[in-house]
């Protein structure tokens, strides 16, 4: 074993401080020296790390950072350099699974694949296609979103399609749609080489993406460091480094970022003329915002006058701004327009489309941004706005079928409605790919009814077992990262090849080999009789998927493999216009808000409704962003005297959300062995805690055993990493999610799991098994066994 540092004692490494070119630090680690290194981009978040697989006799045997990478200069983090011990793990799925007598058996390819057509078939029969949901990931590839969506769209035309980044970005789509008429992150990574100001709102980046957090170390530790403010109630790795942290009550971020614009407005540290020039609603704006002076703000958040004052003068004054947004605002009350007075702040500065300033609405999944740009979620692909008929009509060209063919009749079906019509019956076939409902999505015992109904029929695509493969009637054993080639696009725009390294195990099959089996089993055409998906290879996928880009935001017109293969990512647009990539867009003002151009006519803040297209035409900025404001609407769920506590929920840096990859390295999860819940010092006086003590979290949802971690949480509020399921483990309940609440923001449909009320026991020493909690899943482990 050879590795440059030990990153799980040292999980940013030494410092290289600097201030403007970010300095090579290349980082390895490999189990035994490889025969050749093959081009990638690490998959374990959406920073989107360039990286280099290495190679022996056919196995993956190390990873190393790729130096001449702009995203990562050569550095990886604890995930990338030890994440890929997965691949290797004995406990693949290697051959399709079929429920039979409640049993689930191995199956051929044929077998398994007739048998979801035959279903599908009877299925449309009998409902139309709208009996039919797919419930897919942000860690698949472009390639196979795109696939996936034609087939959705033009094959069966189903509006039910959505992925799990409906839990995970769908507030930063939604966020950068209402400001600036389409999804896409203006700025660029390169913006931290200088700016002078950063901003996390309800983003742990230390711990999230350690990579970028490097280069904002390294910046601190050179000359003239950027501020940086942290918004989060816990104090993160993140906010210890802060020069202002201000730790809001949970679900508190409007009135925060209310009290800021507020101050800045007051203070005149505004951009008259770019206002004047780029934008319109500032006026409604400032009303909205003068509501809150910094008093009323502390009542309302506990963040201290003096602090939001600080903040402010800091945010008033920088004369250039990197902000990021993340879970802790997406996840939380308000997500879209708390999302968006980020947008806000820094258009009312004019700090946007300039060097030095950039907002990252930040995307989490290595892949979510192209689940969303090639409409795998319920958007249509390219950024197009399924309520303008010309852009449905520029898709029906392409793909050769009839306009009415493409479901555009309503907005798509979004996640949360996927598996609410599951739970009522109109969806009877749930196709899920590269996600672990079973763990991930909140209120885990409705999940799991609905996973065992009868009349769902349930396909799991996935590289291992997991905790909702025990629901599904058909199990297929899919390819993963290195082994199979394709390109996927970070949250800076960039988009990076990963080439096959290796074999995949057993019969596994890439999904976009599954897909495009599954479209020619069902026979889908086009107008002609022609097969529907015309591609065959990952590369004659791009080929198509660039088409439907042309003339659209995210523009891929311009790249190829060979132009993907040998150097760093490319930053869409890519074109004749910008043959090499654009670090940063919106650089004249002009936004993508014309009404004939822009992906969505917008939205109502508190109920979500939608802008028609006459009401948008009427009021159409022609390229000038939105600022929209908002006022406060409390959670639905506080605290009370039978549920004393907020509970919040997120993320620890040695683990990836259901840990099937991270779980499965010795090293990360001997780093990380098991969840807690954390609660502050006064909490633990209070109620007579102490460190590692078992105590049970109960909800009106369900209940969790967790040991107890003291400290660096506002009182009052705990937090419980949700990594951790059953399937490594099954002698207590311990996922999150038993806890978190069914519910969402009206906007971007994203649930809210960054808030739910609950109360806490000590057990003494009393565990309970999960399956005394759960008997169904037990009775389904012993069917399996048997
Ligand atoms: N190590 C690691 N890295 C990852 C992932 C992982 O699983 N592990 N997952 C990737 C993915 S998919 C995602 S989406 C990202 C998520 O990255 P983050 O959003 O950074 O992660 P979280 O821990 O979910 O939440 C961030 C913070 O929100 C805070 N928070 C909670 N409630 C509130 C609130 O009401 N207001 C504010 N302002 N803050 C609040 C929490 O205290 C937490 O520190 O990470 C990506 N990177
Ligand atoms: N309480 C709480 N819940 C949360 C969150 C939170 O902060 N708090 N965060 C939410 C967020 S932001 C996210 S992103 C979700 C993540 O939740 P999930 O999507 O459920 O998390 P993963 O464990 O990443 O699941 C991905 C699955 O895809 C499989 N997989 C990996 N690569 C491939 C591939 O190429 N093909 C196929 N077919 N399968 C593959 C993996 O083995 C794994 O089982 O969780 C959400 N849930
Ligand atoms: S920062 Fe993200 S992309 Fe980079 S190595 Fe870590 S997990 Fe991978
Ligand atoms: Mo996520």
């Known amino acids: 074993m050879q590795e440059t540092r030990n990153s799980i004692n040292n999980i940013w490494g030494e410092r290289t401080p600097y201030r403007g070119k970010w300095p090579v630090r290349v980082d390895q680690r490999v189990c035994e020296e490889p025969d050749k290194w093959v081009q990638s981009a690490c998959v374990l978040c959406s920073n989107g790390c360039g990286i280099d697989i290495g190679v022996k006799d056919g196995k993956m045997v190390g990873v190393r950072g790729r130096k001449e990478d702009v995203v990562n200069f050569g550095r990886l983090g604890p995930k990338g350099l030890h994440g890929w011990v997965a691949n290797n793990s004995k406990d693949r799925l290697t051959k399709p699974l079929i429920r039979k007598n409640g049993k689930l058996e191995e199956a051929s390819w044929d077998e398994a694949m ?64 209402i400001s600036f008429g389409s999804d896409g992150q203006p700025g660029s990574y390169s913006d931290l080489d200088t700016t002078d100001c950063i901003l996390h709102f309800g983003h742990n980046i230390a711990s999230q993406q350690t990579v970028l957090w490097m280069r904002i170390l390294d910046r601190l530790a050179g000359p003239n460091p950027p501020k940086i403010i942290v918004i989060d109630p816990r104090k993160t790795f993140t906010a210890e480094k802060a020069t202002v942290h201000l730790a809001p009550k949970p679900g508190t971020n409007v009135p925060v970022m209310n009290g800021l614009l507020n101050l800045i407005i007051e203070a005149g540290h505004i951009n008259k003329e770019y206002i004047n020039a780029h934008t319109v609603g500032f006026e409604d704006l400032k009303k909205i915002v003068s509501k809150w002076p910094p008093e009323r703000v502390e009542e309302v958040t506990g963040v ?19 902000s990021s947004v993340l879970q802790g605002v997406y996840q939380s009350m308000q997500a879209t327009a708390a999302a968006v007075q980020i947008n806000n702040l820094h258009l009312i500065r004019g700090l946007i489309g300039i060097e030095g300033s950039g907002i990252y609405q930040m995307n989490g999944q290595p892949t979510s941004q192209n689940t969303r740009e090639c409409g795998a979620d319920g958007d249509l692909p390219g950024f197009r706005n399924w309520g303008n008929k010309e ?65 769902l029929f349930v396909i799991a695509q996935d590289a291992f077992h997991t905790e909702t493969t025990r629901y599904a009637d058909v199990v297929l054993p899919a390819a993963i990262w290195g082994e199979k080639t394709g390109c996927y696009t970070n949250v800076g725009r960039t988009v990076h090849i990963s080439h096959k390294a290796i074999e995949p195990p057993g019969e ?53 493999y060979a132009k993907l293969t040998g150097g760093a990512g490319i930053q869409w647009p890519c074109n004749e216009k910008y043959p090499d990539g654009t670090p940063h867009i919106y650089t004249d003002g002009v936004f993508n808000t014309a009404s004939d151009y822009c992906e969505a006519y917008g939205h109502d803040f508190d109920t979500g409704a939608a802008v028609t297209e006459e009401e948008y035409k009427a009021i159409d900025p022609k390229g000038k962003a939105f600022l929209k404001g908002a006022d406060y609407v409390p959670p639905h769920e506080v605290p009370d005297e039978e549920y004393p506590l907020w509970l919040t929920t997120g993320r620890l840096v040695y683990h990836f959300h259901t840990r099937t990859k991270t779980g499965r390295s010795k090293d990360l999860q001997d780093a990380a062995p098991d969840g807690y819940v954390q609660i502050s010092e006064q909490d633990a006086t209070k109620y007579g805690i102490a460190e590692g003590d078992m105590l049970e979290v109960t909800s009106r949802r369900g209940k969790v055993v967790e040991p107890a971690k003291i400290g660096g949480i506002e009182p009052g509020t705990v937090f419980i990493p949700f990594h951790y399921g059953s399937w490594d483990n099954d002698d207590r309940p311990r996922a999150a999610n038993e806890l978190t609440i069914t519910e969402w923001d009206a906007v971007s449909k994203q649930p809210h799991f960054k808030y739910a009320a609950v109360k806490i026991n000590k057990t003494n020493g009393f565990l309970h098994k999960v399956s005394d909690v759960f008997d169904t899943i037990k009775d389904k482990f012993k069917q399996e066994e048997a």
């Open 114 to 177: 007739e048998l979801i057509v035959k279903k599908s078939k009877e299925i449309i029969e009998k409902q139309t296609s709208l009996g039919i949901g797919f419930y897919t990931s942000g860690q698949l590839f472009l390639e196979e979103y795109y696939t996936l969506g034609v087939l959705g769209k033009a094959g069966l035309g189903t509006p039910h399609m959505d992925g799990n980044t409906r839990l995970c970005t769908a507030t930063a789509a939604a966020a950068l749609k």
């Open 304 to 322: 201290p006058a003096s602090k939001l004052r600080e903040a402010a003068h800091i945010l008033g004054t920088t004369k250039s701004l990197v």
């Open 391 to 455: 852009h449905v009509q520029q898709l029906a060209d392409l793909w050769n079928v009839e306009l009415d063919k493409i479901p555009h009749w309503s907005p798509p079906t979004h996640a949360m409605q996927i598996w609410r019509f599951a739970e009522t019956g109109s969806i009877k076939m749930l196709w899920i790919s590269g996600t672990n409902p079973a763990v991930s999505m909140p209120e885990l015992s409705r999940v799991r009814k609905i996973l065992q109904k009868e009349d």
């Open 508 to 560: 596994a099959k890439s999904d976009l080999d599954i897909f495009i089996d599954y479209s020619r089993r069902m026979g889908f055409k086009d107008k002609d009789g022609t097969g529907l998906i015309k591609w065959n290879t990952a590369e004659e996928a791009f080929e198509a998927w660039k088409e439907c880009t042309r003339g659209r935001p995210c523009d891929y017109t311009g790249m190829s």
